[in-house]
């Protein structure tokens, strides 16, 4: 985003959604590249465990699962077995399972995936 935003380009903003949404992950540097803040140093499994804990307080009884999960869906792209996390979690939110507990929901699927690439799920965004 940087490189795309120089001075020389002459641009003053960017839209990052499509990116954002295939790789929510690139926004992890937004604040330290652009303010000098620095990242607060969650793992990719604190993010899920911390949106997790956010839904079920603000979001409980609004939107359907699908809805909920959305933000998180792809933030294992690009990493070893990404596609069981996705799977599993828009498996959980289509078949009704968890209509009532998307935070038991994202908790499944990092305890699931935690079997199959724990590298990913403790990375840290820097």
């Known amino acids: 985003m940087k490189e795309v935003l120089s ?7 960017c839209m990052v959604g499509r990116a954002a949404n295939e790789n929510p992950w690139i926004l992890g540097a937004v604040d330290k590249e652009f303010y000098g803040v620095a990242n ?3 793992s ?3 993010v899920v465990l911390k949106y ?11 939107y359907c699962a699908r809805v909920k999960i959305n933000p998180v869906l ?3 792209y690009a990493e070893d077995s990404a596609d069981l996390y996705y799977n599993f979690l ?22 699931m995936y935690s079997e ?3 590298t990913a799920l403790n990375k840290i965004h820097d």
């Open 90 to 111: 828009v498996e959980g939110a289509r078949n009704g399972k968890y209509d009532n507990d998307v935070k038991q929901l994202l908790e499944d699927a990092i305890s």
């Open 7 to 13: 001075e020389d380009k002459g641009l003053y903003g």
């Open 44 to 46: 990719r499994k604190e």
């Open 116 to 118: 199959h690439n724990v």
């Open 52 to 62: 997790a804990e956010y839904i079920d307080k603000e979001m409980h009884g609004r």
């Open 74 to 76: 792809n933030l294992f």
């Open 40 to 42: 607060p140093g969650l």
